[in-house]
Each structure stands twice: as structure tokens, then as C-alpha cells.
């Protein structure tokens, strides 16, 4: 059973930083293409990272040079260290595959900026 857990969020001031991090089950790990993606209130979910199987990264315009995207095969964990945190950063961070399969959906991480 393919399962995606999310954690790592909190409350943080603007300019802070924050690593969030998303756990795999059920899936060969290694082989896949993970993204990080968004929803803020009032908004559709958005792409906001993604690591392929060989470590190669792209990122959303909104956050680049901000944000960086890893993964530890070993532990079935890809990470996403915030860096620089604007209020319009404030989400509920998700990952999935991309594109994203809609069982897959975890809970979440709430992630809040102060301004």
C-alpha cells in the first residue's frame, strides 16, 4: 500500500527557515520522481518542487534559490529545506509523484510565515 506522510511544519517568522520532510511506503523508492507540492487557503494546490531518481531538482519560479529539495534512499525520505520564508509561503505542503496520483494524497504539513 502506497502511503506518503508528511511532517516537519510549524509556525515561523518571515525570513526564518524550516525543513519539512515526506516519508515513502509501499513504493520502490529509489526508482521514482518525488514532488513537493502546495495548497494555500482560497488557492489550488501547486508544484512546488520535484526530485527525479537521480537527484536532478526543479523548482517553482516562486521559490527558487529559497528552497532546496532532497532525498535519502535509504530512509525512504525526500526533504524540502525553506530557507528565506515569506508570508506567502504559507501553506499545507504535500508530496506525491508527479504527476501526482490522487489516492496518494497524505495529510500534509501545515507550514505558517509571520510577517
Known amino acids: 500500500q502506497v502511503e506518503f506522510v508528511e511532517s516537519g511544519g510549524g509556525l515561523v517568522q518571515a525570513g526564518g527557515s524550516l525543513r519539512v520532510s515526506c516519508t515513502a511506503s509501499?513504493?520502490?523508492?529509489?526508482?521514482?520522481?518525488i514532488a513537493w507540492y502546495r495548497q494555500a487557503p482560497g488557492k489550488q494546490r501547486e508544484l512546488v518542487t520535484l526530485?527525479?531518481?537521480?537527484?536532478?531538482?526543479n523548482y517553482a519560479d516562486s521559490v527558487k534559490g529559497r528552497f532546496t529539495i532532497s532525498r535519502d534512499n535509504a530512509k525512504n525520505t525526500v526533504y524540502l529545506q525553506m530557507n528565506s520564508l515569506k508570508p506567502e509561503d504559507t501553506a499545507v505542503y504535500y508530496c506525491?509523484?508527479?504527476?501526482?496520483?490522487?489516492?496518494?494524497w497524505g495529510q500534509g504539513t501545515q507550514v505558517t510565515v509571520s510577517s
Open positions: 506525491n509523484f508527479i504527476p501526482p496520483k490522487g489516492p496518494y
Open positions: 509501499g513504493i520502490t523508492f529509489s526508482a521514482n520522481a
Open positions: 526530485i527525479n531518481s537521480s537527484s536532478n531538482t
